[in-house]
């Protein structure tokens, strides 16, 4: 059994209790009270298919069952490996009723990535879908568990669980009994995780080799509820739409905690597609949408925006990065809905954020002031260098993750020695005490919302065996913020094109995210005096092409 009780440090957890801003619950008490309150009141809408509250509470308790009835023991770390939908949130519900940490691994992960969280996590299930849409079949799983140690039990899911298709559901390849089933639901109570424990593991990109995983406990997601409340102005009448990736950050508190807290229905997209977006947001009576920059610069360039009737909408929750004040003032114009913005990330959770009630500069130009319960410094070279208002931000609060798992080295760059956790970014506080992203500290490229890391594309390019030498760079581009580019050194006169190298690293295993969208072949890369590649000649390269309209992705 691994350590995952209790493991946030006492005199910080009586402090945010004393605080209010933690307490004693746990989503499992949430659903538990609305299954009994609002049974037949819809929890969930995904891909045309619903559920109520009655049926998450109960679906969730038998898939709990399962997990327990398969062997899985307390503490034992089950890798979740869904598509955005309501099944996912069933099984994080049943993982925290069975008393499991779940390892949540984003839908589009490429077979590297998904080694590497499962390897660096121990985790000793692997949830996926069943046979007939499952990325993970038995023969694959075999293959798997011969690279992870750890890795015991294979659990297949339908994609939609309902109650007459619980029987489908296999372990090892086989189906638990009903005895097995019944005599471990009555398990549960004596097994569920409480708000302190390691409640879900999830990865970020970092600047440098394969991603980090990040340990979170459930009350720092019900104090980020309680921040989101406020900023939105949200109540049990709000309809949600996430268009975010479940298992991370943003994702988490936009679908899997608030809209549930609240009671309220999540409207949940498999893929996003801003013209569908748009459709449900008409057709659910959407109130609150919640999105990086790419998907609402997608939204705001389909012609359904002006189409659709999007009275419903009262509020955008967006932020994370910089956002673009001319697009979402432009979104906020046309669709009628209040712009909301954060900053924060993955392992901080929520540093900053702005409210309905700020005025458009704020809301639309800032990424916000320093939040209730939450303390806010700026930092250079690990020194506090907030009166000078330009800096590397650190927060510390309720939000803040346990840090990542089994990396000591990563975590004394995460944190600073008195507990704030730092971003990868710097920013300046203005005279209305706002905060505003104005350059990167990390070797990232931010696509659409997503980290990439410059040094894991380099790695796989290296791979290829015409390459010499490799500089990931970010292109800027109007709808993702930033797209992968890479420079590449060959080894011979022989060519390669961009074609030849995503086919080359899709079957080494890059998840797509990862993939580079430009390709400049250069006969040599420059060099610093030091010997190391260039990457700010490149950079200006970049600019410069950009500026003049000559980058082609051909």
């Avoid at 990086?292 to 610069?297: E, N, P, R």
């Avoid at 712009?339 to 809301?363: C, H, L, W």
């Avoid at 009166?387 to 840090?403: E, F, I, K, N, V």
């Avoid at 890479?486 to 022989?494: P, W």
Wanted: overall charge negative; charged content about 25%; some cysteine.
């Amino acid at each position: 059994m691994n350590d995952f009780r209790n493991l946030v440090d006492k005199q910080r957890a009586k402090q945010y209790r004393d605080e209010g801003w933690w307490g004693e619950t746990t989503l499992t008490d949430v659903v538990r009270d609305h299954a009994q309150r609002i049974p037949k009141q819809v929890a969930f809408v995904a891909e045309g298919q619903v559920i109520t509250w009655e049926e998450y509470d109960e679906l969730s308790s038998e898939l709990a069952a399962i997990f327990i009835a398969s062997g899985l023991e307390e503490g034992d770390r089950l890798a979740v490996l869904l598509p955005d939908g309501y099944t996912v949130h069933v099984a994080y519900l049943a993982s925290e009723k069975a008393g499991l940490t779940a390892v949540g691994i984003g839908a589009r992960a490429g077979s590297r990535e998904i080694l590497h969280i499962l390897s660096r996590s121990e985790a000793v299930g692997l949830l996926t879908l069943d046979e007939d849409t499952n990325v993970a079949s038995v023969e694959e799983f075999k293959a798997i568990r011969k690279e992870v140690a750890s890795l015991q039990k294979h659990i297949q899911v339908p994609a939609f669980l309902k109650s007459e298709n619980l029987g489908k559901i296999l372990v090892n390849g086989s189906e638990p009994t009903p005895d097995e089933i019944k005599s471990s639901s009555l398990k549960i109570d004596g097994r569920r995780l409480g708000p302190d424990d390691l409640f879900i593991i999830n990865s970020t990109s970092g600047t440098t080799g394969l991603p980090k995983c990040v340990m979170h406990t459930q009350n720092r997601h019900f104090y980020i509820h309680k921040i989101a409340t406020l900023m939105g102005e949200l109540s049990s009448d709000d309809v949600v739409l996430s268009a975010l990736p479940t298992p991370f950050g943003f994702g988490l508190w936009t679908a899997h905690f608030t809209p549930a807290i609240l009671g309220a229905p999540t409207v949940i997209m498999e893929k996003f597609s801003a013209d569908e977006a748009l459709r449900l947001v008409e057709a659910e009576g959407v109130t609150v949408i919640c999105c990086v920059s790419t998907q609402f610069i997608m939204m705001l360039n389909s012609p359904d925006l002006r189409l659709r009737d999007l009275t419903s909408l009262k509020v955008m929750f967006t932020g994370g990065e910089a956002v673009p004040f001319e697009k979402v003032r432009d979104f906020e114009n046309i669709s009628g809905a209040s712009v909301v913005q954060f900053y924060g990330s993955n392992e901080s959770g929520i540093a900053t954020g702005t409210y309905m009630s700020d005025p458009p500069k704020i809301r639309l130009e800032s990424g916000g002031r320093r939040l209730p319960g939450t303390e806010l410094k700026l930092f250079k070279d690990g020194v506090d260098v907030t009166d000078s208002r330009r800096g590397q931000p650190g927060s510390r609060g309720p939000a803040s993750c346990l840090g990542y798992l089994n990396d000591p080295e990563a975590n004394s760059q995460l944190f600073t020695n008195d507990g704030f956790v730092l971003h990868a970014d710097i920013c300046t506080i203005d005279g209305d005490s706002a905060l505003h992203v104005v350059g990167r500290l990390s070797d990232l490229i931010i696509r659409g919302g997503k980290n990439i890391s410059a040094a894991v594309v380099e790695e796989a390019v290296l791979e290829h065996p015409d390459v010499a030498l490799v500089a990931a760079v970010a292109v800027p581009d109007e709808i993702f913020g930033e797209r992968v580019g890479v420079f590449v050194e060959l080894i011979s006169e022989r060519n390669i094109s961009l074609s030849d190298l995503v086919s080359f690293l899709g079957e080494y295993g890059l998840s797509k995210e990862y993939w580079p969208e430009y390709l400049f072949l250069k006969e040599e890369l420059p060099k610093s005096s030091g010997g190391k590649i260039a990457k700010g000649v490149l950079k200006d390269e970049i600019a410069k092409l950009h500026s003049a309209g000559e980058i082609s992705r051909s």
